[in-house]
C-alpha cells in the first residue's frame, strides 16, 4: 500500500474546496474577469518550467529516476503555450500589457502566494535527493493541475476564442492525454518504503498541497480585483 495515499487523498480535497472553484463556476461571473487567472498564474508557470529544467538534469537508472526524467521532457516546454495564451488574452484587454504593469503584478503583494508557491516547489524539489519523494512532490502538483483545468475548463470553452487558445486550450489538453505517466496506474508501484523517511515526505508533500491552495486562493483573488475594477 502507498503509505502516501492519504496526503495525497487529503490533498484533493483540500483543492476541491478552494474558493476560486465556486467563484470560477460563477455563472453570474463574466468570462473576461475569469480570465484574469492567466497573468496572474505566469510566475508559477514559468517557476515550473525551470522546475523541469531541473529535473531533467536527474540522473541516476531506477524506475523513479527514469520517471522525474520523463516529467521534464513531457513538461518541459507548456510554458511557450503559456506566453502565446497571454499574448492573446493581452490583445483582448485580458492582463497588462505594458512592461511595468506586467512586474507590478508579478512582484505585488496580490500574488504572493504564487511567488510562495514557486519558491515551494523548488526548495522542496532541492531539498529531496531521492526520486521518489521529488516524486511525490511533482504528484501533488499534478492535482494542483488537475484541479485548476477541471475548473477554468468550462470558463475557456465558452470564449469565442477558445480555439486561439494553446495552454488553457486542446493543445495542451492533448499533449496532457498523450503523455506516458499519466498512464500509469501507480506512479509508486513497486517503491521500497522501508528504505525512506516516509513522514518526511508526507509533511513535504502537505506542505506543497498548502501552497497550491495559496496559488488558487490568489486565483480567486484576481478575479474578484477584476470584478471591482470593471464595477467602477
Not at 28 to 43: D, R
Not at 181 to 206: K, M, N, S, T, Y
Amino acid at each position: 500500500m502507498n503509505p502516501l495515499s492519504d496526503a495525497f487523498a487529503a490533498g484533493k480535497r483540500l483543492l476541491a474546496d478552494n474558493p476560486s472553484v465556486a467563484t470560477l463556476a460563477d455563472p453570474s461571473v463574466g468570462v473576461l474577469p475569469k480570465l484574469t487567472v492567466l497573468p496572474t498564474m505566469a510566475f508559477w508557470v514559468l517557476a515550473f518550467g525551470d522546475a523541469m529544467a531541473l529535473l531533467g538534469r536527474t540522473t541516476g537508472e531506477t524506475r523513479a529516476h527514469h520517471q522525474l526524467r520523463q516529467h521534464a521532457s513531457e513538461d518541459s516546454e507548456h510554458w511557450r503555450w503559456f506566453l502565446q495564451d497571454l499574448a492573446l488574452l493581452a490583445k483582448h484587454g485580458v492582463g497588462p500589457s505594458a512592461a511595468e504593469d506586467v512586474l507590478a503584478i508579478h512582484w505585488g503583494p496580490e500574488t504572493r502566494a504564487v511567488r510562495e508557491a514557486a519558491w515551494t516547489l523548488h526548495h522542496l524539489l532541492r531539498k529531496h535527493a531521492d526520486p521518489v519523494a521529488r516524486l511525490a512532490i511533482l504528484e501533488a502538483c499534478e492535482h494542483g493541475f488537475d484541479a485548476f483545468m477541471s475548473s477554468i475548463r468550462p470558463v475557456v470553452q465558452a470564449w469565442e476564442h477558445y480555439d486561439e487558445l494553446a495552454y488553457l486550450g486542446s493543445v495542451h489538453d492533448e499533449a496532457e492525454a498523450g503523455h506516458a505517466l499519466h498512464a500509469e496506474e501507480d506512479p509508486f508501484d513497486g517503491v521500497i518504503w522501508e528504505d525512506r523517511d516516509v513522514a518526511a515526505i508526507v509533511r513535504d508533500v502537505q506542505a506543497m498541497y498548502r501552497a497550491l491552495d495559496g496559488l488558487h486562493s490568489a486565483y480567486d483573488d484576481a478575479v474578484r480585483a477584476a470584478l471591482r475594477s470593471t464595477s467602477r
